[in-house]
């Protein structure tokens, strides 16, 4: 046992335990301030302490191999830890370095989660592309200067740790250690090191060891949950290193067949994947005297929970409560998936952005896409956005695909402005209805509005035409769905900026011949939503589940849609309704036509990255899969304990949503390159 004795074993074994205990001091950090998660889940969700076990097991593989560097520079046999002081200053620049960088990185994926509410990934780089509107916007949310403070001082303290353990150790008197003890020593040390990293206790296969994956920490099926077992640095470095195909055209093929009778294409030609249809002139398209003025309105980051009429019990949207009323009102509206770029592309395109790096905006090859807003001919067409449009390359796709489109950002506005994100609502509001009150009066026009209020630092200007900021208990806002007494007055700033834009096109002249389509970019719930039914919250599906208004009361009337409806279904539906023939190569469907597979379905991406969780959801069910087709399960959506499989109990619902599902993701995926203009 005289191997027990060694210096330098001492020395990398305690360093392992600071490592070790610092980062589970930041997954307890992260499970208390940013999971969303009582501390009573501990002993109340079985899968909770399983899956906080699992991160632990990570933890311990990222202290491992952090100090790999550091072992191979201690047993080097003649320059090494212990006799070169070139040497011990070599290993300790490399820990600063390294303590530096993981400690940096975990404070970008606290930012990361309470943003998006998903640990950080490989998508991340995406700001890196906007560096400067990424920052502008951090500063203005997060106390950075007392976070750098923190990162430093956590950095310095650990490192000041394991100065002294090397003081302690290799600083010691040498004792003499026989060659064979040193041998059987090290072959012991190498098994539990290599135990270790492979984070694996039992059902172990010596012949082909599968390590501990990331995938493991998913086996509850709640993504909220599965966030507790992820390691942020090594599941960084996973969606990093993995190679992506932007589309799997065999499974387009094998596909086909369905999707081109989902889609109702005119002439399906399996060889060349044809997704093209040609929708005549609806019978049932508005008798106006003439073409209605069509407006979009996006509402950025307003999810369902946050809104009244789809039972939020604070009363903080009284102005779209009311407009729900008076519209075409969606239950089961979804985005496919979350993020502003990526909502903006689907409005646009029709096409659901499920590129798995980067947003499809950032790729400077499928920018030029085809719209259907191009069908809207004799329209002006007007993007109007309060802060600047090349966030995300968001102006290359508006730019490229829509003809004649005139984008207006903070440049081109006289208002003043408020945060990172431009001018504030209100007054990109009143700025638009300048440039619309300015075009002929005979001459329709489709204008896009892109709001940025309610966002992160949630800025409430000074002047808003009167709004009041209301003071309610912390504990009631986060209660039901808001994060902040900010974030809830926030949504509520954007309600009552709403309710100024009806006003303000009544007084412009427009209202009554205009369809207003008023939508959620994506929801921002990061607590507890109980006035919501149980699925959305355990099957992550609020953060697809996006408000919808259609309005125009004088030119459509008050419907209730039961139905589940998608983003790109929303400018053929619009179309539709304008009475106006077009050709469409897109995913979007015009809802007021029949759907060949019956009961709509609609395709979700339900975890963003490299390895995503897609699904396809109707009004009472969603099928989820891994991005591969593994694992699928079926889900009652009205059920109290959701995460239930119940494929057994509705087997014909699951066959039909498991090829509709993976069909329609491929598909996708295809068409983000197949939908270019020529």
Known sequence: MGWLKSRRLHYWFGAVAILFALLAALRVLFFFG?????????????????????GLRFDLRLALLMMMPVA????????????????RWLARGYLAVALGAVVLIYIIDFGHYAYLGVRINATVLRFVEDAQISSDMVWQTYPVVWIS???????????????????????????????WSVAWGSALMVVAVFLGILGRIDNINLEN?????????????NNQIAALGLNPVIFLYDTLTVPQQPYDLEEVRAHYPLISQYLNVDKPDADTLNMTRTQEAAPYALSAERRP????????????????????PLDPTPNLDRLANQSWFFKNFYVPVTGTAKTVWASISGVPDVSRGETSTRNPLITQQRTLINALEGYE???????NSGWANMNALIRQSIDGVRLYEERHWTSPMVDVWGISDLDLFKESDRLLRELPKDQPFFAYIQTAGHHRPFTIPKENDGFEVLDLPLEEVQRYGSQSLAQYNAVRLL???IGRLMEIAKEGGYYDNTIFVLFGDH????????????????????????????????LLGSKVIEEAVGLVDLLPTVLGMAGFEFENRAMGRDIQQGSPEGERVVPLVLREGTFPIIGGVTKDFLLQMEHDGSKPTLHDLASPSPLENVAAQHPDEFKRLLGLTRGLHETARLMLYRNVRD
Do not use: C
């Open 34 to 54: 940013f999971s969303g998660f009582e501390s009573s889940a501990m002993r109340e969700i079985d899968a909770v302490p399983q899956t906080f076990g699992i």
């Open 72 to 87: 191979l520079l201690a047993w080097i046999p003649a320059w090494n830890l212990t006799r070169s002081r070139l040497v």
């Open 149 to 179: 403070l923190g990162w430093l001082a956590t950095t310095a303290l650990t490192w000041w740790l394991l100065l002294r353990l090397e003081r302690i150790t290799l600083d010691r008197p040498r004792r003499l250690i026989s060659r």
């Open 209 to 221: 060891p599968v390590p501990l994956r990331w995938s493991d920490a998913f086996f509850s099926g």
């Open 293 to 312: 003025n069509i407006i979009f309105v996006m509402l950025e980051s307003l999810g369902t929970s946050a809104v009244g009429a789809y039972g939020n």
């Open 381 to 387: 067409k007007l993007y109007m956005i309060g802060g």
């Open 495 to 497: 309600d009552f900026n």
């Open 523 to 554: 929801n921002t719930r990061f607590t507890h939503i109980p006035h919501m039914p149980p699925a959305f919250e355990k099957l992550g599906l609020e953060s697809n589940h996006v408000p919808l208004l259609i309005h125009a009361p004088k």
